[in-house]
C-alpha cells in the first residue's frame, strides 16, 4: 500500500537519536515548560529567523492564543478563508470574534483582490492560510494590512520551512502559528504547536496566555489556558527540526516526480507554485476530473489519497450562519481536488507508479465513454461511476 504518510519508516529513521532523547527526557524529572521546551522555542525562533517562539498545545490553540494576545475578541472581525482546516475559523470563533470567508485564487490561498473588499470598521485582523506547504501571496497581503491598520497572523501549521523570496513562512506576521500534528512536515508524536512573533510585548503575553494568564507563580493577570508544550515533545521536536531542510528536499523530489509524469494528463490539473517561493508539499493536491471513480481506482490498485478538504468550512453545520454564502472557487475546489501520497519516506518508484495507475485510469475511463457514446444503451458492467 503506498500510504498518504508512513510513520512506521519515520520512527526507523529517527529511532536511535529518539530513544536517547527520550530516555533523557524521562530521566530528566521534569517534564512541563523545562529545559527542552526553552531549547526547542529558541531553535525554532532561530529556524524561522523570529525574535521569539512560544511553544503550545497544538495549532488550534497557537491561533487562539495570538488573537488573544492581539485583544480580538466579542464584536470584532477577521478575515480568514473557508479553504482551509476549520480549526483556522474556530480560533476566531473561540475568542468570540466573527470570521469574514473570503474566496480563494488559483494557488488555493487568500486571494488579495477580495480582502480589500471585505473590511469594515469592526475588522482587527488578517490570517491567511499558507496552505498545501506553500506561502500565500503574502506581500500584498501585508500591505493592505498596513493601510487599513490590520494586524496579520499567519496561519502556518501547513508550512514548516516554506519560504517566499528567502523568507521563511512564519516570519511576514504580527504573530505567526504552527502545528505539529503529526503529519505536518514538523510533527510530534503527540499534538503540538509554536507562535512567533517580533514583538517583545506579544511574547509575553503569549508566555502567559499558555499558562493560565499566569504572570507569576500563582499570579494570574488575564484569563490564559492550559496550552502548554511539554517537554518530551519539545525533545522530540528538537531532534526532528534538525533533520527537516533534509526531509523537506525528499518531499520536493517525489513532488518533482508527480510534475514529470502527470503534466500532460489533460482531466488533471498540477499545483502552480508562485515565483520566488520555496513550496514545501504538505500536500500535493490536483484537481481531478471524475474524481470519486479516480479515488476508488486508486485504492483498488493498493494508493491511498484523501480530500483536503470535502466540505468548506462555511458550508459546516457548525457555520450553519455562514451557509447560505457564496464562495464560488471554494466550493468548486471542494467537489474536484484530490490529495496524493507525499512524504519523506516515499521513494520516486512509487511516485511513478501513482502516475501509471492514474494515467491508465483516464485511459480505461475514455475507453468507457467512446463505447457509451457508439452504444448509447452501452454497458457499464465494470459498474464503477463516471
Ligand atoms: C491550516 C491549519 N490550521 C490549523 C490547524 C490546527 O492545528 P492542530 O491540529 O494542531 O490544532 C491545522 C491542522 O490541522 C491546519 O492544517
Redesign the pocket.
Known amino acids: 500500500m503506498i500510504l498518504m504518510n508512513d510513520f512506521q519508516k519515520e520512527y526507523r529513521f529517527f529511532k536511535p537519536q529518539l530513544d536517547k532523547t527520550i530516555d533523557r527526557c524521562l530521566k530528566s524529572g521534569w517534564y512541563i515548560l523545562g529545559r527542552e521546551v526553552s531549547e526547542f522555542e529558541q531553535n525554532f525562533a532561530k529556524y524561522t529567523n523570529t525574535k521569539h517562539a512560544i511553544g503550545v498545545?497544538?495549532?488550534?490553540?497557537?491561533?487562539q492564543i495570538a488573537l488573544m494576545a492581539l485583544g480580538i475578541g466579542e464584536g470584532d472581525e477577521v478575515i480568514t478563508v473557508s479553504n482551509?482546516?476549520v480549526?483556522?475559523a474556530l480560533?476566531i470563533s473561540n475568542v468570540g470574534a466573527k470570521p469574514v470567508f473570503v474566496d480563494v485564487d488559483e494557488y488555493y490561498h487568500m486571494d488579495y483582490k477580495l480582502v480589500e473588499k471585505a473590511i469594515t470598521k469592526k475588522t482587527k485582523a488578517i490570517i491567511p492560510?499558507?496552505?498545501f506547504g506553500q506561502i500565500v501571496d503574502i506581500e500584498k497581503i501585508v500591505r493592505i494590512a498596513k493601510k487599513n491598520n490590520l494586524k496579520i497572523i499567519e496561519?502556518a501549521?501547513?508550512a514548516h520551512g516554506a519560504s517566499f523570496r528567502s523568507k521563511k513562512a512564519g516570519s511576514f506576521g504580527d504573530v505567526n502559528?504552527f502545528?505539529?500534528?503529526p503529519?505536518?512536515n514538523l510533527g510530534a508524536y503527540g499534538?503540538?504547536?509554536v507562535i512567533t512573533t517580533n514583538s517583545k510585548e506579544i511574547y509575553e503575553k503569549c508566555l502567559r496566555l499558555r499558562n493560565y494568564g499566569q504572570s507569576n507563580r500563582y499570579e494570574h493577570t488575564e484569563k490564559g489556558l492550559n496550552s502548554r508544550l511539554d517537554e518530551l515533545q519539545a525533545a522530540i521536536l528538537n531532534l526532528k527540526l534538525k533533520k527537516l531542510d533534509l526531509l523537506t528536499k525528499k518531499r520536493q523530489q517525489i513532488a518533482e516526480v508527480y510534475f514529470k509524469h502527470l503534466r500532460d494528463i489533460k482531466e488533471i490539473k498540477v499545483p502552480k507554485q508562485r515565483k520566488n517561493s520555496n513550496h514545501v508539499f504538505?500536500l500535493f493536491v490536483i484537481e481531478a476530473e471524475s474524481r470519486v471513480s479516480l479515488q476508488e481506482y486508486l485504492k483498488d490498485n493498493g494508493i491511498s489519497s484523501l480530500i483536503h478538504y470535502p466540505i468548506p468550512i462555511h458550508k459546516q453545520k457548525a457555520y450553519s450562519e455562514f451557509n447560505s454564502i457564496i464562495l464560488d472557487r471554494t466550493e468548486m475546489l471542494a467537489k474536484t481536488i484530490l490529495s496524493l501520497p507525499i512524504h519523506p519516506f516515499m521513494t520516486n518508484q512509487e511516485a511513478k507508479k501513482v502516475c501509471m495507475v492514474i494515467k491508465s485510469f483516464y485511459q480505461w475511463r475514455n475507453r468507457q465513454k467512446r463505447k457509451i457514446s457508439i452504444h448509447p444503451a452501452g454497458n457499464f458492467s465494470e459498474g464503477i461511476k463516471i
Open positions: 498545545a497544538n495549532g488550534l490553540e497557537a491561533l482551509s482546516a480549526a483556522t480560533a492560510v499558507h496552505l496561519d501549521c501547513q502559528c502545528s505539529f500534528y503529519t505536518k499534538d503540538g504547536g504538505h
